[in-house]
């Protein structure tokens, strides 16, 4: 089992530029979910996907964040236009509805300049 | 709403001492599950131990145990003969019992442990 994998690891933009990341969830988990790490403001839930129809978006902080899964496998989190307060480690993470365990990807640190 | 408090920013503790790091938390739902995390310098989220809210036994993994208080809503981690390698950050997190829901994370206690 590869795990959960995110793409990029890093990721440097300018302000004003879109920017998408993406996940890979384990196979044969039924949730998926986006979490955005701050100093500040610890870890937030984004958003969360029960086979693949999303379920609570009261996280995303603006209209400028959006996100899809189109399958079971893939989905984005797209930032347009980014903007330098967005810059954090945001993490995905899927999980069998039937089981405890929730696993997180190695997350994608976002630099906006 | 649901809530989750860990109230040590830091704490501080000498190589093979136990130490117990601080969690309450705060819903109306009967079922839920708790949960600790450890973050390393490296950033990946590593699961740690899990505590159903009607288990009748504190759960235990190795070294790792929660110390389950469900009347006064806390569920603390307790870190027997601590390690070098368990300088990390610390999350407690609580998820409804409902199936599919998400984690709702504390802000996170930073342990470091000296030899």
């Known amino acids: 089992d590869a795990g959960v994998i995110q793409s990029p690891r890093h990721e440097v933009t300018e302000m004003g530029q879109e920017v998408t990341l993406r996940c890979k969830p384990i196979?044969?988990?039924?949730?998926l979910f986006w979490y955005r790490q701050t100093m500040m403001r610890g870890l937030e839930l984004l958003i969360y996907f029960n086979n693949n129809v999303p379920i609570d978006d009261s996280g995303m902080p603006e209209d400028r964040f959006s996100a899809k899964m189109p399958n079971a496998s893939f989905s984005t989190l797209k930032i347009q236009p980014s903007e330098p307060r967005d810059s954090a480690v945001y993490f995905c993470?899927?999980?069998?509805?039937?089981?405890?365990?929730?696993?997180f990807g190695s997350g994608t640190r976002l630099t906006v300049v | 709403a649901q809530k989750i408090t860990q109230t040590q920013p830091g704490m501080f503790v000498q190589e093979k001492e136990a130490v117990t790091l601080d969690c309450t938390y705060d819903t109306s739902d009967p079922s839920y599950g708790l949960f600790w995390y450890k973050q390393p310098s490296s950033g990946e989220m590593i699961f740690l131990i899990y505590q159903g809210s009607y288990d009748q036994q504190n759960a235990t993994e190795g070294r790792y145990s929660l110390n389950f208080q469900k009347a006064r809503k806390s569920a603390n981690l307790v870190i027997s003969a601590s390690q070098l390698g368990d300088s990390a950050m610390y999350f407690c997190a609580m998820r409804l019992n409902q199936a599919g829901t998400a984690l709702i994370f504390g802000k996170g206690t930073t342990l470091s442990v000296s030899s």
């Open positions: 993470a899927s999980s069998d509805v039937d089981k405890h365990g929730y696993t």
């Open positions: 196979s044969g988990h039924n949730s």
